[in-house]
T-cell receptor, first 114, second 111 residues
Framework: DAGVTQSPTHLIKTRGQQVTLRCSPK?????VSWYQQALGQGPQFIFQ???????QRGNFPDRFSGHQFPNYSSELNVNALLLGDSALYLC?????????????FGEGSWLTVV | GQQLNQSPQSMFIQEGEDVSMNCTSS?????WLWYKQEPGEGPVLLIA?????ELTSNGRLTAQFGITRKDSFLNISASIPSDVGIYFC???????????FGTGTRLKVLA
């Protein structure tokens, strides 16, 4: 049973560039959320995708966008990268259900902006 | 961003000792999750709690969902060196899909 997989594992980008991160959810899950984790802090919610639509968004600028595909996989795009975007980007998957919701994380993508 | 209050911030303990940490929120949660994160890795789910007063164990770990629904506790018994890491609590505020995370408890175990 495959868990949440993310790619790439590490990447370095230059300020102003754009980046795309990818995520495949845990088998059987239909919902994908993205979190940003800065060094020494807890994960911060970016947005959640369900049925190929952004269902909820956290306090992140429009430079952060995403997409969910029919197979439930997802992408996170960040445009016009800033130095402050350097962080661990975590994908979390879950099954949309009314009760007993649990989210499972991937290993993350380390983004360094120079 | 919004975070839960988690304490203690860090702990240095001797191998074999018990550990207790807690998490508090200003709002009611209907789910509490506890994660462990090791350097360079994503958070790994340890225990999930879904009901006020619920007490759940996972090996040497025991977590409780506070009666007020605004807090949760995690205990680790007889700590071992591999317990080292950062422990996070998390929960979704009512009516939202996002999970709010605690500030983390950094645990170091001295052999």
């Amino acid at each position: 049973d495959a868990g949440v997989t993310q790619s790439p594992t590490h990447l370095i980008k230059t300020r102003g560039q754009q980046v795309t991160l990818r995520c495949s959810p845990k088998s059987g899950h239909d919902t994908v959320s993205w979190y940003q984790q800065a060094l020494g802090q807890g994960p911060q919610f970016i947005f959640q995708y369900y049925e190929e639509e952004e269902r909820q968004r956290g306090n992140f600028p429009d430079r952060f966008s995403g997409h969910q595909f029919p197979n439930y996989s997802s992408e996170l795009n960040v445009n016009a990268l800033l130095l402050g975007d350097s962080a661990l980007y975590l994908c979390a998957s879950s099954l949309d259900q009314a009760v007993r919701n649990t989210i499972y994380f991937g290993e993350g993508s380390w983004l360094t902006v120079v | 961003g919004q975070q839960l209050n988690q304490s203690p911030q860090s702990m240095f303990i001797q191998e074999g000792e018990d550990v207790s940490m807690n998490c508090t929120s200003s709002s009611i949660f209907n789910t509490w999750l506890w994660y462990k994160q090791e350097p360079g890795e994503g958070p790994v789910l340890l225990i999930a709690l879904y009901k006020a007063g619920e007490l759940t164990s996972n090996g040497r770990l025991t977590a409780q969902f506070g009666i007020t629904r605004k807090d949760s506790f995690l205990n680790i018994s007889a700590s071992i060196p591999s317990d080292v890491g950062i422990y996070f609590c998390a929960g979704p505020p009512l009516g939202t899909y996002k999970y709010i995370f605690g500030t983390g408890t950094r645990l170091k175990v001295l052999a």
